[in-house]
């Protein structure tokens, strides 16, 4: 694979000759570089011991911010996670809570 | 293959967290679902139309997308989406790519990308017939500028431009039908759909699409907590009571032959739908009781020629 | 070994697309760019091309899949005129900032209204500042010659950008004229593979093309492009270069005929710089030293050059084949009258707007163009900056 | 330059004045001149007057500019005589073809004081006789060039055998009824 420009190196700093052509960009979900987790003014919090690992509140995140590793949630992405609560209203088992950020 | 959600969430995420939809937003729940129906081992391109999703899933330089993607405008997303599609195959005929690579072709944009401005571009592809498939996020409005009315708000919808007041009880028009509108193109597959249960009615439908050659069509309703007004985590409870009150029947039409996948035990009154969302608040003043009747009516007639066409 | 032939300017367009095989061809119709595609269809047909033709719904809808097409890792053109063009609008600027070479045939016609399927500039002079390189033909041979050399400074390396080949409507798009065609594999060694880095369905990594860009790099971004545009400039030199070494005939930015001794000169473009020789060589029998600059390439434009190459003269008409409604002159007058602001010496200058929606352009036009410059040089009157020729006119003739 | 021709056709939108003029270039093309071809484009539907130009040259010419002084005129239809001034700008040494069943004089009367050469050629009895139905064309062609001599009238018939062997190399008889259409009306031209 040729070397490229990587998005980590493309700032608001940069001058206009390091830019990509086009502003295009060549790898994949470079998002993950944006902390949207700032954003959060309420905040989920999953008790581990009563969640039954349904999973149904994983798909229901916008924001691809309940991992699944082996067939099994994990601990919140809270560097994405804006705090929506949909996950909290998706839970069955009353295992998500949702807080407001202190 | 029956649907597993435990397998589906095993796949690496195709639609990366870090875009800038707003808090609760069900086109990140689509595309991620989306992607999700596109085998692990093929790729995909995805032709985004100007929109809430453009402007938050690629902003330079951050992409949320695993697969190829490209924006070009607003209105012509299938469009590009038929220009990626003859590369593809011309490139596979001049031995460019391999023969046993695959790759889907993607199209999804608003329903302002779609139903309005996007669709003499939509109409275009579909007649051509080109492999693809198109998916709308139907969230009822022009979001992306700030909820205006579109061919997709329904009636009685209090949108920027339809606002409710002394002389109006919101937009005048029923929803336009698009999901007829494209069977009527003789698409080998139409389906809609939405975010409910554990997403199978959703998967498969997008699945099925995106494996069906020719143009194929999943209108998705996409609920939108600023332009609905209503509390963000409630998204799939508002899902629910769409398909509930068959304000958004859930139906899949495949050569022609139309199939409910989803029938109500119970088919619940239009009110609980709207209820609960602000836009419809002024619909429930003194005075304004006939705009439920009229939305239920409405409803009932959708309902039942649905229900002919699908015996 | 050259072919002698004779073909229309648009059959000439045609047959060097049927030579270079693009991938993909997405096409709608208009008049007079109409018959590119249909030429092309039957190529297809029968089985000359195997290129990818889309028909699409609309113009918008033609570069539109274009852009996708080129973004994907193909060659893509398409071909249009006037309302089309306009139609094209928003995604020219679109294909351009994102940086795909696409190759657009443009058959020149004016811009409604009234509606009118005849030549002038209005279409393409509307998109110039778009992105788009444009290049323009005086005649079949040049359309051809042109298009033969647009995908090589479209895809130069730091220039990656759009371009349109222009030709006049009507006038060299269906005219039949003598021309060179170059025999097809020598075509094919000229234009080469297209070998772009990234693309969207490259197997080893994905291609995100067209993003939201906040103001922290939108600024960057379009200097980058502008300065792509300048970099063109050498392209075209090069290819040109190149051109002439592999088939023989000469191109530059700009054609100077007759201007070494020149006093007096009329800068266009197109068809009517070709009308306009004839009368330079009348004038010159005479003993008037008129010249005339054609200008060749209008993005980037050639202001340097144009200014160095009038800069003795002592009296210049700028023609004008679209009416740019400044009130105060053309675009081609407003370019080069900027672009000459610095010279130590410089002519005295008038626009004249004329031709328009094809009002005939004739010798004796051009004529009457060499006869008031002379005057101005006489008198040192310049008399009305801008005006219009070949109009039915309650006033006196300005001419 | 002096030695560059130039014609200018009327016919009907649908009759072939385009063509002829395509077919006139193709035939000095052949020869090794320098042509141009152009027709002058409206929205014109078929039935409409049509004007369709040719410069035959021996270097290549530049001007793109219509015809206003031509050197001869062919007029593809009789009818137009009534509506269009054809001789307009015509050069006094040239000359205007019409294909009528007429004699040049009978037609004087319509031409607007035209003072100079008429000559007319009955393209419809000749077509019909050797083609079986009505194509002008071909007649008109081979008159315009017996007329004109803007081409050599023997390379012209040599030209245009070879160009319709080519054409039509699975109906030979239908290459005999051209050349026979061709040099009879190269013969059949009066005045």
Same mark, same amino acid.
Request: with cysteine.
């Given at each position: ?32 570089l944006?902390m ?30 309940i ?11 809270y ?9 909290f ?14 | 293959?029956? %649907? ?25 729940i ?43 405008a ?13 590369? %593809?195959?011309?490139?596979k ?47 009822n ?69 995106? %494996? ?38 859930? %139906? ?60 | ?5 004779r ?10 697309m ?7 061809f ?7 760019s ?9 190529y297809?047909?029968?089985g ?6 889309i ?57 409604? /209204?009234?509606?009118?399927i005849?030549h ?18 005086e005649?079949n ?14 895809e130069?390396?730091d ?11 009507f006038?060299t ?25 990234h693309?969207?369905?490259? #197997? ?15 600024? #960057? ?5 502008a ?18 070494r ?10 100077e005929?007759?201007m ?21 060589n ?22 340097e ?9 002592k009296?210049?008409a ?5 009416e740019?409604?400044?009130?105060? /002159? ?21 626009d004249?707007?004329? /031709? ?44 | ?26 035939a ?21 007057? !049509? ?12 001007i ?11 007029v ?33 009367a ?15 009895? !000749? ?40 054409k ?9 009824g ?6 009879e ?7």
């Open positions: 694979m040729s070397e490229f420009k990587k998005a980590k190196d493309i700032n608001e700093q940069i001058p206009w000759q390091e830019l990509t052509t086009g502003c295009e960009i060549y790898e994949p979900g470079t998002s993950r944006t949207t987790g700032e954003w959060r003014s309420k905040i989920p919090v999953w008790n581990a011991e009563k969640c039954k690992q349904c999973l149904l509140c994983a798909p229901f995140c916008p924001d691809s911010s991992p699944v590793k082996d067939g099994k949630r994990t601990e919140f992405d560097d994405h996670c804006k705090g929506c609560g949909i996950c209203k998706a839970c069955p088992f009353g295992a998500i809570d949702w807080k407001e950020v202190h | 293959m029956a %649907y597993n959600l435990k397998e589906q969430l095993s796949k690496e995420e195709r639609f990366e967290a870090g875009h800038r939809l707003c808090a609760g937003c069900g086109a990140g689509v595309c991620r679902a989306m992607m999700r129906a596109v085998e692990p081992e093929d790729k995909a391109v995805i032709c985004n139309a100007t929109g809430c999703l453009e402007v938050s899933s690629f902003q330079y330089p951050f992409t949320a997308w695993h697969d190829s993607y490209i924006h070009t607003f209105e012509n997303t299938s469009a590009t989406a038929s220009g990626v599609e003859a590369a %593809y195959n011309v490139m005929r001049k031995g460019k790519i391999p023969a046993e690579r695959n790759v889907k072709i993607l199209a999804i944009g608003g329903d302002g990308g779609t139903y309005d401005i996007g669709f003499q571009s939509l109409s275009g592809a579909l007649e051509r017939g080109h492999d693809f498939t198109y998916f709308c996020y139907d969230n409005a022009y979001m992306n500028t700030g909820t205006q009315r579109s061919s997709a708000t329904p009636r009685f919808a209090s949108a920027t431009t339809t606002p409710a007041g002394v002389e109006s009880v919101g937009k005048k028009q029923a929803q336009k039908d698009l999901t007829q509108i494209v069977v009527s193109h003789g698409s080998p597959y139409v389906a809609q759909t939405t975010l409910i249960g554990n997403l199978k009615d959703f998967h498969e439908k997008a699945h099925k699409a995106i %494996y069906t050659q020719g143009a194929t069509f999943v209108n998705v309703l996409c609920p939108c907590p600023r332009g609905w007004q209503y509390p963000a985590e409630d998204l799939i409870k508002i899902c629910k009571l769409a398909v509930d009150t068959c304000v958004w029947p859930l %139906y899949e039409v495949e050569n022609g032959e139309y199939r409910l996948t989803y029938e109500p035990k119970k088919k619940l009154p239009v009110e609980e739908f709207m209820s609960l969302q602000g836009r419809f608040k002024h619909c429930f003043k003194p005075g304004n009781e006939w705009t439920i009747e009229a939305a239920q009516q409405y409803v009932d007639k959708k309902w039942e020629e649905l229900l002919a066409k699908c015996k | 070994m050259s072919i002698r032939d073909l229309s300017g648009n059959e000439a367009i045609a047959t060097a049927r030579q270079i095989n693009p991938d993909v997405a096409m709608f119709p208009i008049t007079p109409t018959e590119i595609p249909q030429y092309f269809a039957q297809v047909a029968d000359k091309v195997d290129t990818e033709f028909t699409v719904e609309s113009e918008h809808s033609s570069l539109s899949a274009c852009m996708g097409a080129e973004a994907a890792g193909c060659r893509a053109v398409t071909a249009t005129s006037s309302a089309g063009l306009a139609y094209m609008n928003e995604v020219l600027y679109v294909a351009a900032s994102s940086r795909l070479p696409i190759v657009l045939a443009v058959s020149c016609r004016a811009l409604t /209204g009234p509606i009118n005849n002038d500039y209005s279409d393409s002079m509307a998109e110039r500042d778009s992105g788009f390189i444009q290049i323009y033909a005649n041979q040049e359309a051809y010659d042109n298009y033969l050399q647009a995908h090589r400074i479209a130069t390396a220039v990656r950008l759009p371009i349109m080949i222009c030709e006049d409507g006038i798009s269906h005219a039949i004229e003598n021309i060179e065609l170059e025999e097809d594999d020598a075509v094919k060694a000229f234009v080469g593979e297209y070998k772009p880095e693309y969207l369905l490259k #197997e080893e990594n994905p291609l995100a093309v067209g993003p939201y860009g906040v103001s922290g790099y939108y600024m #960057e971004a379009r200097v980058a492009q300065e792509a545009m300048k970099n063109a400039k050498r392209a075209i030199l090069d290819v040109a270069a190149d051109f002439e592999t088939f023989g005939r000469k191109y530059g930015l700009i054609e005929y007759c070494e001794d020149a006093e007096l000169a009329i800068v266009l473009m197109g068809s009517s710089a070709g009308t306009a020789k004839a009368a330079v009348e004038l010159r029998a005479q003993g008037v030293k008129a010249g005339l600059v054609k200008v060749r390439v209008f993005r980037p434009f050639p202001g050059e144009i200014a160095q190459a009038i800069s003795h003269c009296a210049v700028v023609l004008d084949k679209s740019g409604f400044s009130g105060c /002159g053309g675009p081609l007058f407003a370019e080069t009258a900027s672009m000459c602001i610095n010279l130590e010496k410089r002519p005295k200058m008038v004249i707007v004329y /031709g328009l929606g094809g009002r005939d352009f004739t010798v004796d036009h051009a004529k009457r163009v060499y006869r008031r410059l002379e005057k101005i040089v006489a008198t040192g009157e310049v008399g009305p900056i801008y005006s219009h020729m070949g109009q039915r006119d309650l006033r006196e003739d300005v001419q | 330059m002096s030695e560059m021709i130039e014609i200018r056709w009327h016919g009907r939108g649908g009759q072939g004045a385009k063509t002829a003029s395509q077919l006139l270039a193709d000095a093309f052949m020869s090794g001149k320098y042509v141009q071809s152009f027709p002058e484009y409206g929205p014109e539907r078929s039935g409409a007057p !049509i004007t369709a130009y040719n410069r035959i040259s021996e270097e290549r010419c530049s793109h500019s219509n015809i206003y002084e031509p050197d001869y005129v062919a593809v239809d009789e009818t137009l005589l009534d509506s269009v001034n054809v001789t307009a700008g015509l050069k006094a040494h040239g000359a205007v073809i019409i294909n009528t069943e007429k004699n040049p004089e009978e037609l004087r319509k031409l607007h004081g035209y003072e100079g050469r008429i000559c007319t050629i009955d393209a419809r009895a !000749i077509s019909q006789k050797h083609l079986g139905a009505y194509f002008p064309n071909t007649p008109m062609l081979a008159a315009v060039v017996a007329v004109s001599k803007c081409v050599d009238p023997y390379e012209f018939l040599k030209d245009m055998e070879t160009s319709y062997r080519h039509f190399a699975k109906k030979p008889q239908v290459v005999e051209n050349l026979k259409c061709l040099s009306a190269m013969k059949g031209v009066k005045g």
